[in-house]
């Protein structure tokens, strides 16, 4: 049965049905209860499930995601909400060094399920220091997974099949999706999460985007089919672990891939996926793999700037064309 | 604040008092086989010793029941031997087997034990307490009245996570025993030359916890007061903090040159050595004769023994296994 | 007998100095005795000797430096520690293995997870043996790739190119022989097979040709002179403008002119083997230059280094037979050329002139030609233009 809803009331609608169901779970984070949520996602969940369960913290980002990691270990099931991920840096210590690492540094006697969800992205002008994607540094740590959920469907399924995982689950939801409109079947099976979705199937490119630029890359799709070029886009959903055989698979259809990330291009997760595609689908590339990131500066301010140094709609549409004109 | 000293404490009967110094001689004896295995390249990386220090340790250890949960650092080969964990698992750990109790991933800095709610072991200054607050929280939520212990150096309290974690589990009364092993010194650096304030114990109490100081080489007045302490925070009293008072006679680990303190320092506090002391007055309270002495060296001498043999002949974990264990099933 | 050695003081300790004895040999000394100061990076350090007994000796002296493990010292042990009493339980972890035998570290190498999935794809071909395979106009698919899990490479483009040139490996040439007597053949069988040839002959008098060449050649240095095979050629080739259709080419049925003329020479290689290279257009160039070209194209052909181009481009061929002292050729046209000249030796045979016998030199020149194209009468007039060009040497 499917329900209306926006992205923010999806993660409200999932964190719901989690504390309902399993007595373990509790929420934790800056202003999660008498305000509600610094993006209204825990609005009137203090009122239905009491100060216990839903614990505004002090702004303490080590302490609590590490109190995170402990009362997993004890058998709580925190989800524990670190406000964006401009804040987590407060926390990385917890995170790599004990989350990630509990579970082998103890020879496997401990595994550590707590889902920290974490809002991220710019667009908003919210300047340098409020404006980051660091999901491609999470990626990069084993022993932790990260997720990107980019629709509404997606806001709601991933955070319930999150908890069903026994290793640190991180979800970032980007700032700007919110308001996101959708359908939720709130009786559907528990979600895959390890699993890319193909969004829209075309067969003279394949784009590859995850959270925050998905939108972005079916407008820029809708553009090119304009032209008569058919895209293949991907929205990866989670980073680790990455589904590659969905990129292959499309790659080996395409031969072209762009990848968008708005992250900075240097050292981007796009790279790391360019470098996959390369290792694994050369010979059926017929152009080399192009990314679309953001620029490399601290996000400005102004309106004007801010648009000129994020991905852009444009710039996927003329990167898909350059690869088709440029190799034939 | 008053600090529990030994001219308080009339006496102790002749098997407990046996059984303390037994924990404790196992501890050193335990501790110079490591610097010898490392000497001779069996252990490797770092290795901190608690040499000096076997008092607070083994003091509060007697506070803690088989349900509590211990958080240690990377000083923690005492916290674990006290706790119970076999010195054949430890050393083989430390000689990087897979029978160690980390199965060799750990090291000395790593212990692990979910049978006997080991929490390690963390190499990060200040990173357990974080971790020692969870657990706590974990056990209010599930209405279980058990006791987090969390050990802790005074190097600790420069980090943010001390505070943080103090103001949380004040904040939120939660069931932390945190126990600062005040050596004087943070790896090279004196207590008086990082703390403005350098009352731990004080800093504790404006968080609004109960703290005590306590004279760390005496076995008996730690006892005492850490029994004190877990009481009151297993009866959902919030937490309690205990500065241990103490002194490590080597250096801060093996690769120290040891420059900052001087040797005068170092003779005056051996000379309140813990296990000495504790020798001094059972033999004093006639609760330890010559023969009990011999025998009890002579026992740990094969306990240790044993722990290099079980060490040295135990295999190695595949290298296939590599990437075993970085994810994978529910434990806890 | 203990053996004391030089002690790893550090996580990144390799060698220590020691720098002085603490003890003299037949010292007594216990367990936890500073038996000597040792340099380190870091500091001095003193250094504890583990077992307790008596020194026998010393291996180093003050003032060396010597690796950790080094061995420092020999040390009588004191008897062994009395057996544990009984009723102490010793502490035995379960499943306590063998006797103790030194353990090997393991091997560094880690056990990788397959990083890669090798995936059925497309034809394997790197992209930059594509685009070389591209611009060479080679199919990629009739290629063998020799890199990894069969990729075409842009060697093994290369190497097609080459081939296609026939430039092959001298280690190649035997090989490459039978190659071509099986192209040869091929050819030869689907020319007699396709072609309805005619043949014509005609007698041509070479008096007037081989004085102007002795003339020519007199002023010529001698690696300059011509042979009277150019003037053959050149012969040809002009009288190719006026029989044009004889300069076509044979292809899906239909004939095209070709507006050069590129006369293919016929040259046998050593170890048997023909090959029939052209020399570009040679209508245009002068005995001299035919000379040089000629000269330079029979070394090359015999060399095995001809450019593609030039076994490409021939729009005729003519094969000359005089050294091995036949008189007469009929050859078998190269498809898809429409027409062969063939000439044999150069003799001298009684000749008439205004009724008179007199001896010349005389050659005979055939035509064997594609009837689809054209008729005996077309292939005559042209024979006849050989003939007259050859009576104007001066002019060719």
């Known amino acids: ?328 | ?332 | 007998m203990a053996e004391f050695l030089m002690p790893q003081l550090g996580a990144d300790m390799t060698a220590g100095k020691l720098l002085r004895w603490r003890k003299n040999i037949g010292d007594r000394i216990l367990r936890g005795d500073i038996i000597a100061d040792v340099e380190t990076d870091k500091a001095d350090i003193e250094i504890e000797v583990f077992t307790s007994g008596v020194i026998e000796r010393f291996l180093v002296q003050p003032g060396e430096k010597v690796p950790v493990g080094t061995l420092l010292a020999i040390i009588q042990e004191d008897g062994k520690p009395a057996v544990a009493e009984p009723g102490h339980i010793p502490l035995v972890a379960p499943g306590l293995p063998q006797p103790v035998t030194p353990t090997l570290l393991p091997p560094v190498i880690a056990a990788r997870p397959p990083l890669m999935e090798r995936r059925p794809g497309r034809q394997r071909i790197s992209p930059a043996a594509r685009t070389l395979a591209a611009n060479l106009g080679i199919d990629p698919g009739s290629l063998a790739g020799t890199g990894p899990e069969g990729r075409v490479t842009l060697e093994d483009v290369q190497r097609a190119e080459q081939a296609n040139a026939a430039k092959p490996m001298p280690e190649l040439v035997l090989d490459r022989q039978a190659r071509m007597r099986q192209v040869i053949a091929a050819a030869m069988a689907r020319s007699k097979r396709e072609i309805p040839h005619y043949y014509l002959s005609t007698t041509i008098d070479m008096s007037r040709a081989m004085t102007w060449l002795t003339q020519e050649n007199l002023k010529r240095s001698v690696e300059d002179r011509l042979v009277y095979g150019v003037l053959l050629l050149k012969a040809v080739a002009l009288a190719l403008h006026e029989v044009p259709e004889l300069n076509s080419v044979w292809i899906d049925g239909k004939a095209t002119q070709n507006s050069d003329v590129h006369v293919g020479v016929a040259v046998s290689l050593r170890g048997g083997g023909l090959v029939a290279p052209a020399l570009h257009h040679t209508d245009r160039l002068s005995p001299g230059e035919l000379m040089k070209n000629f000269r330079d194209l029979i070394q090359r052909a015999r060399a095995g280094s001809l450019r593609s181009s030039e076994l490409s481009d021939p729009t005729v061929t003519v094969t000359s037979l005089g050294e091995q002292g036949v008189e007469t050729v009929f050859g078998i046209i190269y498809p898809p050329q429409v027409a062969l000249v063939g000439f044999g030796r150069v003799v001298e045979r009684p000749w008439s002139v205004a009724g008179q016998i007199v001896s010349r030199p005389v050659i005979v020149a055939t035509l064997s030609a594609d009837h689809r194209v054209s008729d005996g009468h077309r292939g005559g007039l042209f024979l006849a233009a050989v003939d007259r060009k050859l009576q104007e040497p001066e002019s060719l």
């Open chain 1, 1 to 328: 049965m499917l329900t209306q809803m926006t992205y923010r009331e999806a993660v409200r609608a999932a964190l719901r049905q989690a504390l309902r169901s399993d007595p373990r779970v509790f929420l934790m984070g800056e202003d999660v209860g008498r305000y509600g949520g610094a993006f209204a996602v825990s609005h009137g969940l203090l009122a239905e499930f009491g100060p216990e369960r839903i614990r505004d913290t002090p702004l303490s980002e080590s302490v609590f995601v590490g109190a995170g990691i402990g009362a997993a270990l004890g058998g709580a099931r925190p989800i524990v909400e670190i406000m964006t991920v401009n804040f987590s840096m407060l926390a990385m210590d917890q995170i790599l060094n004990n989350a990630a690492t509990l579970r082998h540094m103890s020879g496997g006697q401990f595994n550590v399920p707590l889902v920290v969800r974490v809002a991220t992205g710019g667009g908003r002008q919210m300047a340098a220091q409020h404006s980051h994607s660091l999901e491609g540094w999470y990626a990069h740590i084993p022993g932790i997974q990260v997720l990107t959920p980019a629709t509404v469907a997606d806001a709601y399924g991933m955070l319930l099949a999150a908890l069903r995982e026994p290793d640190p689950v991180f979800i970032f939801e980007h700032a700007t999706l919110y308001p996101l409109e959708g359908e939720v079947d709130e009786t559907a099976e528990p979600v895959e999460i390890r699993r890319a979705a193909v969004r829209r199937s075309g067969s003279d490119v394949t784009l590859v985007t995850y959270g925050g630029t998905l939108g972005k890359t079916m407008q820029a799709a809708d553009l090119l089919a304009q032209d008569g070029i058919e895209a293949d886009v991907i929205d990866l959903r989670t980073l680790r672990p990455l589904d590659r055989s969905t990129i292959l698979d499309s790659i080996s259809k395409t031969h072209r891939a762009v990848l968008v990330d708005e992250a900075w291009r240097t050292g981007s997760f796009a790279a790391e996926i360019s470098a996959q595609i390369m290792e694994n689908a050369f010979d059926d590339l017929d152009a080399p793999v192009a990314r679309v990131c953001s620029a490399e500066v601290p996000m400005p301010y102004a309106k004007h700037l801010e648009t000129a140094a994020l991905p852009k709609v444009e710039e996927i549409v003329s990167a898909a064309q350059e690869l088709i004109s440029r190799h034939g």
């Open chain 2, 1 to 332: 604040m008053a600090t529990t000293s030994i001219s308080e404490r009339t006496t102790v009967d002749r098997e407990h008092g046996l059984f303390l110094l037994r924990e404790m001689l196992r501890i050193r004896r335990f501790e110079e086989k490591a610097a010898e295995m490392y000497s001779l390249q069996k252990i490797h990386g770092f290795l901190h010793l608690y040499i000096g220090e076997e008092a607070t340790g083994v003091g509060t250890m007697q506070a803690f029941r088989p349900e509590d949960a211990i958080v240690a650092t990377y000083r923690e080969h005492g916290h674990a031997l006290a706790r119970g964990l076999p010195s054949t698992v430890l050393m083989a750990e430390m000689f990087g087997k897979a029978t160690g109790c980390s199965h060799g991933h750990g090291g000395s800095m790593h212990f692990f034990d979910v049978s006997r709610r080991f929490y390690g072991g963390y190499a990060i200054v200040g990173g357990g307490l974080p971790i020692a607050v969870g657990l706590a929280l974990a056990d209010k939520l599930q209405n279980k009245q058990r006791v987090t212990a969390c050990y802790f150096g005074d190097g600790a309290v420069a980090e943010g996570e001390f505070h943080e974690s103090l103001n949380l589990a004040a904040l939120w009364k939660l069931p932390v025993l945190f126990l600062c092993e005040n050596n004087l010194y943070a790896m090279g650096t004196a207590l008086v030359r990082h703390q403005a304030q350098t009352d731990i114990a004080l800093k504790a109490a404006s968080y609004g916890l109960a703290s005590q100081a306590v004279d760390g080489m005496d076995v008996l007045a730690v006892e005492a007061a850490a029994k004190q302490a877990a009481d009151a925070v297993r009866n959902g009293n919030g937490p309690v903090l205990l500065e241990l008072r103490t002194y490590r006679f080597r250096a801060h680990s093996m690769s120290d040159p040891d420059l900052y303190r001087s040797k005068e320092e170092i003779e005056e506090w051996k000379k309140r050595d813990p296990i000495s002391l504790f020798e001094s007055r059972l033999r004093e309270w006639r609760l330890l004769t010559e023969v009990d002495g011999t025998r009890l060296e002579r026992e740990v001498a094969a306990e240790i023994d044993e722990a290099v043999r079980f060490a040295e002949a135990s295999p190695f974990e595949p290298v296939e296994e590599l990437l075993k264990d970085v994810s994978g099933p529910l434990k806890c």
